[in-house]
T-cell receptor
Framework: QKEVEQNSGPLSVPEGAIASLNCTYS??????FFWYRQYSGKSPELIMF????GDKEDGRFTAQLNKASQYVSLLIRDSQPSDSATYLC??????????????FGKGTKLSVIP | DGGITQSPKYLFRKEGQNVTLSCEQN?????MYWYRQDPGQGLRLIYY???????QKGDIAEGYSVSREKKESFPLTVTSAQKNPTAFYLC???????????FGPGTRLTVL
């Protein structure tokens, strides 16, 4: 059973601080890693993806991947109240029966306090 | 204006009825997916399709059916055999199954 684990939160950070969201995965053969943001009552929105070990930055967001530790994280700098949402980690695993599957964690709820 | 559309946004069903949820994409994606999301739960895969006229069961396919007659369309039917159908249903698409997925706005189904 391929698993993606996230702390459900809520994670509360003050406005302007760095929010750090973490995710671990069980399948060592996992190849691609994604972060989605989901506002309450809305559908998930892709905000970052990372394929290689190290850091990838996009604006206020940084994704970090450590395949040896089977760990991926998302940092949000200068957090804003509009960042308050649930963040879903998703991992694409090696193919089973000929096709890849995207496995989602249950999400971490982030609350940015003004 | 490229994207994924789902209709209706809200759907109410009486017990024992079948209902069909629509999903259309104009992104020229080969792969399409249906997920179900319950409160406090992650996304669970119902069915996916890698190519027209082909689809595979996901983790929770029982009580659901799909078709993929056109590349742009992947409708989901929730049958009366689905024991607990009240949920938020999300359709997604991707270039291929190894690529990032993009989601439609979702359909919220309530069984009365």
């Amino acid at each position: 059973q391929k698993e993606v684990e996230q702390n459900s939160g809520p994670l509360s950070v003050p406005e302007g601080a760095i929010a750090s969201l973490n995710c671990t995965y069980s399948d060592r053969g996992s190849q691609s890693f994604f972060w989605y943001r989901q506002y309450s009552g809305k559908s998930p929105e892709l905000i970052m993806f990372i394929y290689s070990n190290g850091d990838k930055e996009d604006g206020r967001f940084t994704a970090q991947l450590n395949k040896a530790s089977q760990y991926v994280s998302l940092l949000i700098r200068d957090s804003q109240p509009s960042d308050s949402a649930t963040y879903l980690c998703a991992v694409i695993c090696l193919p089973g029966a000929g096709s890849y599957q995207l496995t989602f964690g249950k999400g971490t709820k982030l609350s940015v306090i003004p | 204006d490229g994207g994924i559309t789902q209709s209706p946004k809200y759907l109410f069903r009486k017990e024992g009825q079948n209902v069909t949820l629509s999903c259309e994409q104009n992104l020229n994606h080969d792969a399409m997916y249906w997920y179900r999301q319950d409160p406090g739960q992650g996304l669970r895969l119902i069915y996916y399709s890698q190519i027209v006229n082909d689809f595979q069961k996901g983790d929770i396919a029982e009580g659901y059916s799909v078709s993929r007659e056109k590349k742009e369309s992947f409708p989901l039917t929730v049958t009366s055999a689905q024991k607990n159908p009240t949920a938020f249903y999300l359709c997604a698409s991707s270039l291929g199954t190894a690529n990032e997925q993009f989601f439609g706005p979702g359909t919220r189904l309530t069984v009365l």
